[in-house]
């Protein structure tokens, strides 16, 4: 999912096939968000979150 708030634009994934591949992911998307790392030719500073599989719901 990508959402885009004021000045930032939010990058959302959704969890991996195991956990460990999720909790992985979540630290790099810390780190990615962390560097503020700004959308190219734009000042959307990018914020990087993934989904942590315990809160899915499947129907």
Do not use: F, Q
């Amino acid at each position: 999912m990508v959402e885009m708030t004021g000045s930032a634009l939010h990058i959302c994934i959704d969890p991996l096939s195991a956990p460990r591949r999720t909790r992985v992911t979540i630290a790099l998307c810390e780190k990615l968000t962390d560097a503020e790392i700004t959308y190219s030719g734009t000042n959307l500073v990018l914020h990087y979150s993934a989904k942590d599989a315990s809160c899915i719901t499947w129907t």
